[in-house]
């Protein structure tokens, strides 16, 4: 979608574009009325130097809410890292009017509807890429990009323009891109990453303290 300049635009709240997605969105909404069941929105600052990459919205929490990581397991482990590290003012992100307000950060996803089982094919990543891609050419974009998972990450590269081979994806593994910018990896802070121990408190703790010490540095290199 563009503007009305002719400019991509980041988000689009009435997107239908891709049809699986769209059906089964209208499901859902059928069985839950009272859920959102909509493109899920970035939140966050604005002026964010730091964007947080997910997969997709989970089917009753940010689904059922609005917000990304609002209401489900997978936001629990994130909101209060982000706390710890000064990204949020509170340690909770349990519904859209529980006050939080994230600092110098933003929260967006890969695709932005509700996928079934939580996995979008491929070419749904690619479909909603154009969103990502505008978030990330916009003026004052994010200079620190923190990619939960390998979708995600790689969807980063793809609206960068870059080729995946080229920044593989790792928990913990960083890359200066060719534009300047930081890309962390990190596993998804899903249920089964952070139940299976695939995804430890600790280890997530080190990739949002990385994001912590790069976005401190912008700040030291501007002064």
Do not use: W
Not at 25 to 35: F, H, I, R, S
Not at 92 to 117: E, F, H, T
């Amino acid at each position: 979608m563009t503007s009305t300049t002719g400019m991509p635009v980041p988000f689009d709240p009435a997107c239908r574009h891709c049809e699986r997605l769209a059906g089964f969105l209208d499901a859902v909404k059928l069985a839950n009325p009272g859920y959102h069941c909509a493109p899920v929105p970035p939140f966050g600052d604005a002026a964010a130097r730091l964007l947080v990459v997910g997969l997709a919205p989970g089917m009753h929490g940010a689904n059922r809410t609005g917000r990304p990581f609002t209401g489900d397991y997978a936001g629990v482990l994130l909101y209060q890292t982000l706390h710890r590290h000064g990204f949020a003012n509170q340690s909770q992100g349990d519904a859209v009017d529980d006050g939080l307000v994230l600092a110098d950060c933003r929260i967006s996803n890969a695709v932005k509807c509700l996928p079934p089982d939580n996995k979008p094919t491929g070419a749904e990543v690619r479909a909603c890429n154009r969103f990502l891609s505008a978030e990330l050419a916009a003026p004052g974009a994010p200079r620190v990009l923190l990619a939960l998972g390998k979708v995600a990450h790689d969807a980063v590269l793809q609206a960068l323009g870059l080729r995946v081979s080229a920044f593989r994806f790792g928990h913990g593994a960083a890359y200066t891109l060719p534009d300047g910018r930081l890309l962390i990896g990190s596993y998804h802070c899903s249920r089964y990453n952070t139940n299976t121990r695939r995804l430890t408190p600790e280890m997530f703790d080190a990739v949002v303290a990385h994001a912590r010490t790069a976005v401190d540095a912008l700040g030291a290199e501007a002064a």
